[in-house]
T-cell receptor, first 114, second 108 residues
């Protein structure tokens, strides 16, 4: 298996639930990213990990909690989300975060908050 | 702050040429990416410009003018499969800042 894999593809949850999104990359990259994509809005960078260390937290609410246990895996833990958090969450990876290496994206998790 | 503008929608005929413009005003700049995103799919990398000028890759070309804060993506010999959203993104340090995307519809 190659590329960037995200699970689940779809998730419906209530505002009081706790769930996690998973991302796995098989490209040998050392930087990983979480983005939020809402309808008609630009992709918003949420978190950046480089060599398993968080290097960017783009003013994201604490109800989103990332975890990067190794360079191949990235999680986004969700807790007490709001309806406006419904969106497509995309994971990406690249060779090095700082250089102009293209980011490779997964297909995303479509999240709906009831 | 970051301000990246591109048109919302464009329509063109199969076999024609379409040019998607992107203007940017950002606090830092290392280079500019173009991505293609089909509905329900992941964005895929098309091009990366660092220096001024035109870079050609088959039917797709990308141009950059750093002094003008301007880029365009040129799609030639349009095919139906080129119907997609095209995303302009400014690279600065660790970050990519995206425009809202241009939806291109190719008609027969």
């Amino acid at each position: 298996e190659t590329g960037v894999t995200q699970t689940p593809r779809h998730l419906v949850m209530g505002m009081t639930n706790k769930k996690s999104l998973k991302c796995e990359q098989h490209l040998g990259h050392n930087a990983m990213y979480w983005y939020k994509q809402s309808a008609k809005k630009p992709l918003e960078l949420m978190f950046v990990y480089s060599l398993e260390e968080r290097v960017e937290n783009n003013s994201v609410p604490s109800r989103f909690s990332p975890e990067c246990p190794n360079s191949s895996h990235l999680f986004l833990h969700l807790h007490t989300l709001q309806p406006e958090d419904s969106a497509l969450y995309l994971c990406a990876s690249s060779q090095v975060a700082r250089d102009g290496q293209p980011q490779h994206f997964g297909d995303g998790t479509r999240l709906s908050i009831l | 702050g970051q301000n990246i503008d591109q048109p919302t929608e464009m329509t063109a005929t199969e076999g024609a040429i379409v040019q998607i413009n992107c203007t940017y005003q950002t606090s830092g700049f290392n280079g500019l990416f173009w991505y293609q995103q089909h509905a329900g799919e992941a964005p895929t990398f098309l091009s990366y410009n660092v220096l001024d000028g035109l870079e050609e890759k088959g039917r797709f070309s990308s141009f950059l003018s750093r002094s003008k804060g301007y880029s365009y993506l040129l799609l030639k010999e349009l095919q139906m499969k080129d119907s997609a959203s095209y995303l302009c993104a400014v690279h600065n340090d660790y970050k990519l800042s995206f425009g809202a995307g241009t939806t291109v519809t190719v008609r027969a």
